[in-house]
């Protein structure tokens, strides 16, 4: 008897000491993280998340200060700290004399296999997104967060989007002149230098409505498709009710092609499609690779997080759903082969900040290291 009630006080004393040596871990965890360059702060709750709003309801001020934050990302000197991973021979090498922006733009290139077609696909966007978004915090001085751009607005007439505006200091640009290989010549990043493929100043911009006419064998049903038949608000209301507990389904409606998230990056074509240049280097591949030159890239990508974070909040089995492979091997799984990735697996940096997050540091936009909702 005595005993046992001794044995309970002691089970109790234990219980409630676990409980305390979480907790310092946790904090100990969070002050360590606190020293990551690639990491804002965490404060211990998410009480005043960053509001990230649509595009058209940014301030002119709002937007400026957003491109800004590109602009002076791309004057910044290329960083040592870039250490390609994966390196598929089909990339151009690491540019010394690029910028910080390039490095930026290099990790998605060199990490393309990991990171699509996989299960990092949804976390590790919306860690590349919070790691830009604080790269222009620190080194920038930018005070904002990341805007999104809801496509399913536009979608009926995407070439004649109002957010295309040409404007010096707020615009997003207009569409690529097609006698300067596509290359956006006014907004405000019209004179911004990168290196990627090769070096160029502007990125390129191309509205390409039909653009699985060289994906799709001629066979499939889908090849003469126009785009924006997959990016409608049916399809975001497919995505963000449907699917419950199930990531693997939820990712592939996703990420499949025709799928929303490749059909909107092929319609503006150019860097966002991944279509080289006819300027670079022989040889070059595109492929989701450097994308990001476009920061459209950030807007749509943005808009893919948003409606993940929706569905996540749409049920409660969504909100920890996660299954994935970490090998891309697209004619077998849907989003990726063994070995599987958990939720304490790392997310890839190519070497960009000290340490890789963790999938779970990124399951909740208001917890962990993030802070921030769509509003
Ligand atoms: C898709 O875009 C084309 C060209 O902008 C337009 O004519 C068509 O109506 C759009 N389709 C839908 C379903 O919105
Ligand atoms: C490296 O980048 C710089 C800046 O964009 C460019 O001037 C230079 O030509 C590039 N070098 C190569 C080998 O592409
Ligand atoms: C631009 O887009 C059109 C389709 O609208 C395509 O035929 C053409 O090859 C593209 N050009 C470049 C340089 O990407
Ligand atoms: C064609 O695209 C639709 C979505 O628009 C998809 O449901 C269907 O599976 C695709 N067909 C093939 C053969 O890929």
Not at 39 to 59: A, D
Not at 218 to 228: D, G, L, S, V, Y
Not at 240 to 264: C, I, K, R
Request: include cysteine; hydrophobic fraction near 35%; aromatic fraction near 12%.
């Amino acid at each position: 008897m005595l005993l046992s009630s001794s044995l309970k006080a002691l089970a109790g004393a234990l219980l409630l000491g676990a409980s305390v040596v979480s907790a310092q871990e946790t904090s100990e965890k969070a002050s360590v993280a606190g020293l990551f360059p690639g990491w804002p702060k965490p404060g211990k709750k998410c009480l005043f998340p960053r509001k990230r709003k649509e595009w058209r309801k940014l301030s002119n001020r709002e937007k400026e200060e957003w491109l800004d934050g590109f602009m002076c990302l791309s004057k910044l000197p290329h960083t040592d700290a870039l250490t390609p991973v994966v390196r598929p021979p089909d990339i151009a090498p690491v540019n010394a004399s690029s910028s910080f922006y390039d490095d930026i733009v290099y990790m998605h290139m060199d990490l393309n296999l990991k990171i699509h077609f996989t299960g990092q696909f949804l976390p590790w966007h919306r860690w590349y997104q919070q790691f830009v978004e604080d790269q222009m915090r620190k080194k920038c001085g930018f005070k904002g967060t990341m805007p999104y751009w809801d496509w399913t607005k536009d979608a009926h007439d995407i070439y004649n989007s109002p957010i295309w505006e040409s404007h010096p200091r707020h615009g997003l640009g207009t569409w690529g002149d097609p006698n300067k290989v596509f290359r956006v010549t006014d907004g405000a990043l019209r004179n911004m230098k990168l290196s990627y493929p090769s070096p160029i100043v502007g990125f390129r911009r191309n509205f390409t409505i039909q653009p699985y006419l060289n994906v799709l064998p001629a066979t499939n049903p889908n090849h003469t498709i126009f785009a924006n038949e997959t990016y409608q608000a049916k399809d975001v209301h497919r995505l963000v009710n449907g699917y419950v507990g199930d990531f693997v389904g939820f990712q592939y409606d996703f990420e499949f092609v025709p799928g929303s998230h490749s059909a909107l990056h092929r319609t503006l074509g150019g860097d966002m499609g991944g279509y080289c240049p006819s300027t670079a280097y022989p040889g070059c591949v595109g492929g989701p690779t450097f994308s990001p030159n476009d920061v459209t890239f950030f807007l749509h990508h943005g808009m893919v997080d948003k409606i993940w974070a929706d569905w996540q909040k749409k049920n409660k089995k969504n909100k920890n759903a996660f299954f994935g492979g970490s090998v891309q091997d697209r004619a077998k799984f849907p989003n990726g082969a063994p070995p599987n990735l958990g939720l304490r697996s790392p997310m890839p940096a190519a070497g960009m900040v000290p340490e890789e997050a963790l999938i779970e540091d990124v399951m909740d936009i208001k917890g962990g290291y993030l802070c921030y909702e769509y509003v």
